[in-house]
């Protein structure tokens, strides 16, 4: 190769050619730096190789290669790797025929080798030149080159990572202010696309009970919300569910986890999915996918790292908004549950004292008729009286009891439920109450025998207004380390199914509220039932 001979003008010319200025992207200036490195030489045709920082790779072309200098290309570019320099870089040749050389230099900075240039020259000597003036401009050229390209990458890359940054910390604000969960979850779906230039994204919160995952869409022509439900073992969606990692998905027909059965339905074409779990610690709550890219460009592993994010922010902010539900409607249960005990106490305070007080009255207006016309009946009378007041007197006592049984905090539940079952009356005459124990049960906390006895009660209640039976019975006994409180009746029972799955409609909740009291103890409510069977509540408490 003949020595080149490159005036101070050229120089700078050059300099000015390959600098960054002007260009605002690696791929525009690698492009251009090539074209005018192909024309400056010149050569026949030119091939860059350039390994970004942060793992990009750019590849590009210019000019006439043929297939066998594209073949030595692309044998040098397999092998290739972004590396620190252990020795000063060297220039290649190798002999194309007898006019023609392909020249390898590497692309560099200061101190890494992060590509390699390939030109096609023509050269009639057949054997390499010695050093000279040209190769150390060449390197120069190409130290430029590589130097301006990670300059720019890394300029390019910061830029992105702060818009990430920002992007992240307003769609963060967004999901931390709303505590609505269907607001929440439309949010998501429309702040997530913009942020990681996606046509269309996706939520997916994960039923443990059924182990699926949900998915609500808008009816397009309705605009009302669709339910889908996807088993954990299908779909790009379910195994990132199951597995916890997310997944690039570029080309979703060559992949064979892909099922387009909800993409159907909402008439959609998804050609490719980035998808990320939504985690809580450990826990996957959820999936959030974007699909396909606005520009047509394939995500990438730094799409992932973004969308994983985005997906972990969204998960605590669904976690939120799902505890501020819950929360709402545990208040809503119990304040169902104290207006249903104020028309409980309304009632038996219509039904018994007041009734009973109203008698008492009459009765002190006729005695006092009495004495005036028939003194003789008057002790007789207030006999009578005397009995309606103690009666009286006694249901109030009863009434209070059930209400606040005192004796839990200084006698224990055992007596408590003993003093329950001699008290309990019902008012129809017809039901029973028995109760079965040892005498060895153990003292647990106050909170806990409250608990207890409030679900025993809600129970017994509840046998007496449904059940129709002549006795209800209930047991308190040990069993592996657990105190058990069972209240069984023999009664006409019910379709437990049939009950839980009409609470929305129903005005009462009673199962509900044992099964949550029992939780909130530490314990366990079960219910058997069924039509003509009779009915068992049982509730297991852990003694320790």
């Known amino acids: ?3 080149l001979l490159v005036d101070q003008r050229q120089l700078q010319t050059l300099s000015q050619l390959i600098s960054a200025g002007g260009h605002q992207d690696v791929h525009e200036l690698l492009q251009a730096s090539l074209e005018r490195l192909v024309a400056f030489w010149p050569a026949q045709g030119g091939a860059l190789l350039y390994h970004a920082p942060h793992g990009e ?5 210019h000019g006439v290669i043929d297939s066998e200098a594209g073949a030595l290309i692309a044998e040098a570019r397999e092998t290739f790797a972004r590396r620190e320099e252990g020795r000063e870089p060297t220039i290649g040749y190798y002999t194309l025929d007898d006019e023609r050389k392909l020249l390898e230099l590497p692309l560099s900075t200061s101190s890494q080798t992060v590509g390699l240039l390939h030109l096609v020259v023509l050269d009639a000597e057949t054997e390499r030149p010695s050093p000279a003036p040209d190769e150390d401009l060449a390197m120069l050229l190409v130290r430029a080159i590589g130097g301006e390209a990670d300059k720019l990458a890394r300029l390019r890359r910061a830029e992105q990572d702060l818009r990430e940054l920002h992007l992240l910390y307003q769609v963060g604000q967004a999901l931390a202010s709303n505590l609505d969960l269907s607001s929440l979850l439309n949010d998501i779906r429309n702040q997530v696309p913009q942020a990681m230039g996606a046509e269309r994204c996706s939520i997916m919160l994960l039923d443990e ?3 699926e995952l949900i998915l609500e869409l808008p009816d397009p022509h309705t605009g009302e919300q669709r339910e889908f439900r996807i088993p954990l073992d299908r779909g790009i969606a379910g195994w990132v569910a199951t597995n916890g990692i997310g997944q690039i998905v570029n080309d979703v027909e060559q992949d064979p986890r892909w099922f387009d059965g909800v993409a159907r339905d909402v008439d959609f074409e998804t050609r490719q999915i980035l ?7 450990d826990r996957v709550v959820g999936v959030m996918q974007v699909l396909n890219k606005r520009d047509g460009t394939p995500f990438d592993d730094q799409d992932l790292r973004l969308l994983t994010t985005l997906a972990t922010q969204a998960a605590i902010a669904v976690e939120n908004a799902r505890l501020v539900r819950s929360l709402k409607e545990e208040r809503d249960r119990l304040l169902a549950k104290e207006a249903e005990v104020r028309a ?7 039904d018994g004292p007041t009734q009973s007080i109203a008698a008492i009255a009459m009765n002190i207006e006729f005695i006092k008729k009495l004495l005036r016309a028939m003194p003789e009946r008057v002790e007789g009378e207030l006999e009578v009286l005397a009995e309606l007041v103690q009666k009286t007197a006694y249901d109030i006592r ?15 539940l055992l007596s408590t439920l003993q003093q329950y079952v001699a008290r309990f009356r019902d008012p129809a005459g017809v039901m029973k109450l028995r109760l ?3 005498s060895s049960i153990p003292r647990l906390p106050v909170e806990v025998e409250g608990a207890i006895f409030i679900i025993i009660q809600e129970a017994v209640n509840n046998a007496r207004k449904h059940a129709r039976t002549d006795e209800v019975v209930i047991y308190l006994y040990l069993e592996e380390g657990q105190l058990v409180a069972s ?29 949550e009291r029992a939780r909130l103890i530490g314990g366990e409510c079960r219910i058997r039932s069924a039509e003509g069977e009779g009915t068992t509540v049982e509730l297991r408490v852990p003694l320790a």
């Not at 998808?275 to 610690?281: E, K, L, N, T, V």
């Not at 009434?399 to 905090?409: K, M, Q």
Request: charge should be positive; include cysteine; hydrophobic fraction near 40%.
């Open 1 to 3: 190769m003949a020595p």
């Open 57 to 61: 790779v750019i590849r590009l072309h």
């Open 209 to 211: 009970h059924t182990r």
């Open 275 to 281: 998808c990320a779990p939504m985690r809580i610690g």
């Open 344 to 350: 409980a106490i309304a009632r038996d305070l219509h």
């Open 398 to 412: 009863t009434l209070l009891f059930e209400l606040r049984p005192l004796g839990l905090e200084t006698q224990g």
């Open 436 to 438: 079965e124990a040892p």
């Open 487 to 515: 209240v069984r009746d023999r009664g006409r029972g019910f379709n437990l199914a049939a009950v839980e799955s009409s609470y929305n409609t129903r005005g009462s909740l009673g199962l509900l509220n044992m099964r």
